[in-house]
C-alpha cells in the first residue's frame, strides 16, 4: 500500500509538472534531442531566467537531467528522463492466470473482446455467459470476420464451467457485473452497450470499437502469460 502511495504521490508531481504549457513545451521539445538551456530559450523564444525556472520544476520532478558537454565543460545539456514519462502509464494489473470476458449470453461483447485480446496481447484468454445463448450472434461473426478475427459459432459457454481461480474475469456488460456476485466476481467492468438490443451491424460496429479502444487503454498493464494448450 505504501509503495501504491508513493507511485501515486511520484505520477501526480509529473503530471503537475506537466500541467504547464511551457514546461510541455520544452519536454516535447527534449523528446526529439538534447539541447542547452540557453537552445531552449531560443527556439522556444523564452525568457531565460523563466526557462530557468521551469527547468527546475521539471528537474525536480525528475522528467530532465542536467550533463556536462564533453567540449565546452560550461556548457550543460538537458536530458529527457523517458522512464519516468512511462511511469506515467496505470500501474500493471495484479498477474492473473488467464483472462475471462463475461456478459449474459457470450454471443457477442465477451467473444469479440476475448478475440481482440487474442489478436492484440496474446496470452491465455477466454470468454463466457451468465446464461449463455445457443450459438454466437451472427452480426458478431460477421464484425470480427470483417476485422480479421475468428469466431466460433458454436463456442459459447457458461461461467461456473470456464472461470477458474487465478483467473482475470472482465465483465463487458452490466447485467453480468451485477449478477456475479459470489465467489466468481469480475475485477473490472466495462460497461459496453448491448448491440444485440439494437440488432444492426453499427450497434455491432460500436460495440467492437469500444472493446478494442479498452483493451487498447489497458494492454500497457495487462498481464503477459504464454498461451496455454
Known sequence: MNGDASSLQTRARVHAALGE????????????????????ARDLAMPTNLVAHHLKVLQDAGLIVRTRSEGDRRRTYLRLQPDVLASLTPPALQDARRVVFVCTHNSARSQLAAALWRDRIGGAVA????????????????????????????????????????????AVCD???????GPV??????SVPDPVRVNTDAAFEAAYRDLAQRIDRVAPAAPHRPEQN
Do not use: F, M, Q, Y
Open 175 to 181: 447485467n453480468a457485473h451485477e449478477d456475479l456476485t
Open 185 to 190: 466476481r469480475p475485477r473490472l467492468h466495462w
Open 21 to 40: 504549457p511551457a514546461r510541455l513545451a520544452i519536454v516535447d521539445a527534449l523528446t526529439l534531442g538534447d539541447a542547452s538551456p540557453g537552445e531552449i
Open 127 to 170: 470468454s463466457a455467459g451468465t446464461k449463455p445463448a445457443a450459438r454466437v450472434h451472427p452480426r458478431a461473426v460477421k464484425i470480427a470476420h470483417r476485422h480479421g478475427l475468428r469466431l466460433d459459432p458454436t463456442g459459447t459457454a457458461d461461467v461456473a464451467d470456464v472461470v477458474h481461480d487465478g483467473d482475470l474475469v472482465i
